[in-house]
Nanobody, 123 residues
């Protein structure tokens, strides 16, 4: 069956960096658009970034543009989220996503979810 395993979260000070990883199995990885969402306590899950299957085109939420970078290694079935200049508003559980459609910003477009990894940014 399809499995997405997220990792790389942790506690970091404001201004710091983290890199999240998501390893996929049970699917033809290069055929899937992949992305990251996040959910802070008491808030809805929100889109962060997405990358297309083969071309590797990227899309970002305005709140992370210029600070976060999504990229993928199809040979390793892995998608990454490099997060720089983190601030406390970035604190959330981050979820890897494999899309079933091209409506990247909508959670209902996601076919498969990772288990989530906690990112906490202290001020």
């Amino acid at each position: 069956q399809v499995q997405l395993v997220d990792s790389g979260g942790g506690l970091v000070q404001a201004g710091g960096s983290l890199r999240l990883s998501c390893v996929a199995s049970g699917l033809t990885f290069s055929n899937y658009h992949m992305g990251w969402f996040r959910q802070a306590p008491g808030k809805e899950r929100e889109f962060v970034a997405a990358t297309t299957g083969r071309a590797g085109n990227t899309y970002y939420a305005d709140s992370v543009k210029g600070r976060f970078t999504i990229f993928r290694e199809n040979a390793k079935n892995t998608v990454y989220l490099q997060m720089n200049s983190l601030n406390p508003e970035d604190t959330a559980v981050y979820y890897c996503a494999a899309y079933g459609t091209t409506q990247y910003t909508y959670a209902h477009s996601v076919a498969y979810w990772g288990q989530g990894t906690q990112v906490t940014v202290s001020s």
